[in-house]
């Protein structure tokens, strides 16, 4: 498994990997169907406006997998979201992808990456918590999914030791 930085050419292949985990309709938040093309211009307008994506390939060069830092709203924090296919997990991937988001926001000017979570997602809090992310909230029947169901969602968020996060930083 090899993470590397995702370039416009690799927004098709990151669009079907989160189609095929929202198919199984249990794992992030964006439900099937997902439009495909679609979600690859999203992912082409990402690279665009400065996000950082990358996407995971396995031994044979496949796309299995996909990360996205965005920039939301308040300034020096970045949201994570991520991605991998059913046949890939539990193969060293996530931690591939989240060593190359640590690497790349331990060089940014960000100060904290937060993220969501389902509560139910144990592997996935595990892996974050290695990481040193923390548990800042619940957000209680928060989401509403198609079929009329509420789901719940942590918020874990890590503090990072960028230039923004020391003493007098930008000031």
Known sequence: MRARPATADDADAFARVVAAVADENRWIATEPPVDVAARA???RDWLQRGDRLWV???????????????E???????????????DARG??????????AMAWLSDSEMHKVELEVWPDNER??????????????LRRDHYRRRDGSLRSSLIMARLLSGPQSRPGAGT
């Open 124 to 137: 996935a809090i595990g892996l974050y918590e290695r990481y040193g992310f923390e548990v800042e909230g």
């Open 91 to 100: 193969r060293g991937g996530g931690r591939a992808l989240m060593d190359a």
């Open 41 to 43: 211009a999203l992912a």
């Open 56 to 70: 995971l390939e396995d031994d044979d060069g496949r796309v299995v997998g996909c990360l996205g830092l965005h």
């Open 72 to 86: 939301l709203g308040a300034r020096g924090v970045v949201s994570l979201g991520m991605s991998i296919v059913a």
